[in-house]
């Protein structure tokens, strides 16, 4: 486990990406782009909201940013997501350490990157398991349990790592 908050934030974002990614790794076009319910939203959905918000919050913590439409095809969604974890380890990498701080936003100030990683963290986490619903829902397969576990448990210790870092800075 990483001891320095920047290395646990990296580690914290990456783990519930690669958990995403995993989660929908199997799934047609068809599947993320229906809806589970008429009340419920779709996979596709989720995928470009958890994308538009982390570029929102980083627009927020005063970083230039390109905003993505919602409705967007599978692969696309995909590459958004994977350009934006690219964006957020470069700027977490980059940043210089008074924005590492755990700095929500206030009238008077923008968040800080640590902030703005811990939140979109656990935006993910909380989607995620959405996504799990809704991909049962879809006619989507059943995950491996091992690997889900790996996965999953590999993201919940990195968080749980996280908060514990941040108490002690």
Same mark, same amino acid.
């Given at each position: 486990? =990483?001891? !320095?908050?920047?290395? *646990?934030? @990296?580690?914290? /974002?990456?783990?519930?990406?690669?958990?995403?990614? %995993? @989660?929908?790794? !199997?799934?047609?076009?068809?599947?993320?782009?229906?809806? =589970?319910?008429?009340?419920?939203?779709?996979?596709?959905? %989720?995928?470009?909201?958890?994308?538009?918000?982390?570029? /929102?919050?980083?627009?927020?913590?005063?970083?230039?940013? &390109? &905003? /993505?439409?919602?409705?967007? =095809?599978?692969?696309?969604?995909? !590459?958004?997501?994977?350009? &934006?974890?690219?964006? $957020?380890?470069?700027?977490?990498? !980059?940043?210089?350490?008074? +924005?590492?701080?755990?700095?929500?936003?206030?009238?008077?100030?923008? =968040?800080?990157? *640590?902030? &703005?990683?811990?939140?979109?963290?656990?935006?993910?986490?909380?989607?995620?398991? +959405? @996504?799990? %619903?809704?991909?049962?829902?879809?006619? *989507?397969?059943?995950?491996?349990?091992?690997?889900?576990?790996? %996965?999953?448990?590999? $993201?919940?210790?990195?968080?749980?790592?996280?908060?514990?870092?941040?108490?002690?800075?």
């Amino acid at each position: 486990m =990483p001891t !320095d908050f920047r290395s *646990g934030l @990296i580690e914290a /974002y990456e783990a519930a990406r690669n958990h995403l990614r %995993y @989660i929908v790794s !199997d799934l047609t076009p068809k599947q993320a782009a229906r809806e =589970p319910t008429p009340e419920s939203r779709t996979i596709l959905y %989720y995928l470009t909201h958890i994308a538009n918000s982390e570029l /929102y919050w980083l627009s927020a913590s005063g970083r230039k940013v &390109v &905003v /993505y439409a919602k409705t967007v =095809p599978l692969d696309i969604a995909l !590459d958004l997501l994977e350009d &934006v974890r690219k964006r $957020m380890i470069r700027e977490l990498k !980059d940043c210089p350490p008074e +924005e590492l701080v755990f700095q929500p936003p206030t009238k008077k100030s923008k =968040p800080s990157l *640590g902030w &703005v990683i811990s939140r979109i963290t656990l935006h993910t986490l909380y989607h995620s398991g +959405e @996504i799990i %619903y809704a991909r049962y829902a879809v006619g *989507g397969s059943d995950l491996p349990n091992d690997q889900l576990e790996e %996965y999953w448990g590999r $993201m919940m210790d990195a968080i749980a790592h996280l908060i514990f870092l941040q108490s002690n800075t």
